[in-house]
């Protein structure tokens, strides 16, 4: 890989311990890649930040770079182990909450922005169209990428955190033209629409390009979709088929600028969608946990659950995961009063993924696919997949 004099002096330590050793990590994975150069990133999203990944291994090598660190381009964090501010109320332990705010603080001291979110685009690490970044949520890459045009790779946590520290990253995958083409192109014959629902058709498409062997699909048959419906089904062909781009005909911004897959690969039904939502429900399942807000809830759906919560009790235990901000946004509208009022809990800066809850309720409701996958693997719950309003229901029936 070419290397600029700056960054010929990067690597030999000119710029101290932590840029070094970022830089390695990235002339390495350049040289994996066959990057020809390294270019500037614009914004940087961090994952593997719950304690749970981390570890102490991990915090050890956070604790290194942050000895004389300081990120150069605005940066993030994914969702933490725990809501930072209540956390108590969500149950998790002291020595938990210990350690994750030991974690945090050493984000904090590197310049990092300690905003826990998967949904970066929603409060201010917002690219705009072709820009480099290096984000390292599954979900938040396929957004950016597919829905504003943005360009990244998908990051591990450590060179997320290199190309923060350094504001640049090897030039390779998805910042090249020549990788964003549309692989297999795909038919929607019929209509879709809610949260769920777009996530039940990423689990059928990323189900069906993981049997075809391809990652990039051109998805026709879709009007038009919400910003809540788009990150849905982001989550869900990320999670299923390992997608970190799609075109979506008339929505992605760059969905003409590459020639058309001319074979159609695969068509959707209503018997295919009905299907892959049935594979999304566990038989003999016992709820006694709902979660809205995989990825993260928007203000628009935390606006609609205070209507649909509005002078209602909650029976259950209920989540509504956010980024911080988004819930000092509903603070000041007042549908956090009327959430809570209702029994449902926030728990900001968190989800009910990364939480450590593992065994702690039998089965969880959810809108969203990607939350019903790793309910299962991770935390060993019992799923349900449903609207907002039927999670609504079974939480307040
Ligand atoms: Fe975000 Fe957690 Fe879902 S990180 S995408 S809310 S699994």
Known sequence: MRLNQEEKEMLEGKYGKSTQKSM??????????DAENMIDVHGVQIAGVSYDNLGEAGLEFLNEMAEDGKVKVLTTLNPAGMDREN????????????????AIDTFAKMGIITTCSCTPYLIGNTPHYGQH?????????????SVIGARTNREGGPSALAAALIGKTPNYGYHLDKNRHGQVL?????????????GVLGKFIGDKLVELGKKIPYITGIPSATVEELKSFCASVATYGGTALFHMDGITPECNNYPKPS??????????????????IDDDIEIDFVSIGCPHASIHEIANLSKLLEGKEVKKEFWITTARPTK?????????KIIEDAGAKFAADTCCVVAPIKGRFKGIMVDSAKACYYGRAKNKFKVKIGSIEECVQEAIK
């Open 24 to 33: 390695e990590i990235l002339a390495t994975l350049g040289e994996i890649f």
């Open 87 to 102: 956390w108590q109320a969500l149950g998790i332990d002291e020595e938990f909450a210990k350690n994750q705010n030991r």
């Open 133 to 145: 970044i290096a984000w390292a949520e599954s979900s938040a890459v396929c957004y950016s990428n």
């Open 186 to 198: 795909v038919v929607v014959n019929i209509p879709v629409k809610g949260t769920d629902e777009f």
């Open 263 to 280: 074979e159609i690969v695969f068509e959707i039904s209503h018997d295919d969608l009905d299907n892959a939502r049935a594979e999304l």
């Open 328 to 336: 000092r946004i509903a603070d000041e509208a007042g549908y956090s």
